[in-house]
């Protein structure tokens, strides 16, 4: 838990969960928290960066967001997703 207050909880996701892009350990982490709102602002914004890494990018910016849309439809949960450059 980063954040607690009377209203809510703010807590992160471990950071190698989301690079594998594996779906059923960010479904497990996620199931874990039981969140009402999922925040996701993991991406990679560097175009340059992005055209010479198509996989990892495909993997960040694709891959996982639809992984997390997939495990918030699952639990019920609102997710907001966006990057921006």
Do not use: W
């Amino acid at each position: 838990v980063l954040f607690r207050s009377d209203r809510y909880e703010l807590t992160g996701c471990p950071g190698d969960i989301l690079r594998k892009v594996d779906s059923q350990a960010i479904l497990r982490e996620i199931e874990r928290c039981t969140p009402d709102y999922i925040i996701h602002a993991a991406a990679i914004s560097d175009t340059g960066y992005c055209q010479i890494h198509p996989d990892e990018s495909y993997q960040a910016n694709v891959a996982l967001p639809l992984c997390m849309a997939e495990a918030a439809h699952k639990l019920g949960a609102k997710l907001l997703c966006f990057s921006s450059e």
